[in-house]
């Protein structure tokens, strides 16, 4: 092999540790960038012992299929109050039949939060019980601070964490 082509191959191999090198940088930089889990500390976190019998305790809806506003026949709304950050806290959210949460404009549950996916998250209803879906956001959802595999059932009372935004669910 002629000199000239060493030198060429030897620059080469330079250039792919340097892209390799810099791609490891970048994977730890996202890893760090995350959101951490945001635990709100003015409550005691609740068993699930504790929240079944208060669940028991509250008086049922009546029974029958749900309108297709979300609306209970006595007239209560499910709904999404903000809790943190600050500056939205105390903001409500009417829940339907399906509406959706994330940064986009077209979303129900609309949040400024830049941790938070264009379609987050989404919010149904299925046999008069309301469900909450991740729609593969890059951050994950979190209720009552469990990262979201599947669809869950929403109960008054839950924390939902989408990205550095945590709403609690109401009736």
């Known amino acids: 092999m002629s000199d000239s082509l060493l030198t060429i191959l030897k620059f ?9 090198f810099l791609r490891v940088l970048r994977a ?4 760090l960038k995350r959101p951490p889990v945001v635990t709100v500390v003015d409550e005691p976190p609740l068993s699930r012992r504790t929240r079944r ?19 209970r026949r006595n007239g209560q709304v499910m709904r999404l109050r903000v809790l943190e950050p600050a500056e939205g806290r105390g903001r409500i959210f009417d829940l339907g039949d399906e509406v959706t949460v994330g940064r986009a404009s077209g979303c129900g549950v609309a949040l400024n939060d830049a941790f938070t996916s264009q379609l987050h998250a989404r919010v149904f209803r299925r046999n008069g019980e309301t469900w909450i879906e991740d729609l593969g956001s890059t951050n994950g959802t979190f209720v009552n601070a469990k990262k979201l595999g599947s669809p869950v059932p929403l109960h008054p009372g839950d924390r939902l964490q989408v990205g550095r935004t945590v709403l609690e669910v109401g009736a």
């Open 12 to 20: 080469f191999l330079i250039a792919l540790l340097w892209l390799f």
């Open 28 to 31: 730890v930089w996202s890893e």
């Open 53 to 71: 019998r208060d669940r028991q305790e509250a008086p049922a809806p009546p029974p029958g299929p749900m309108p297709p506003d979300g609306r």
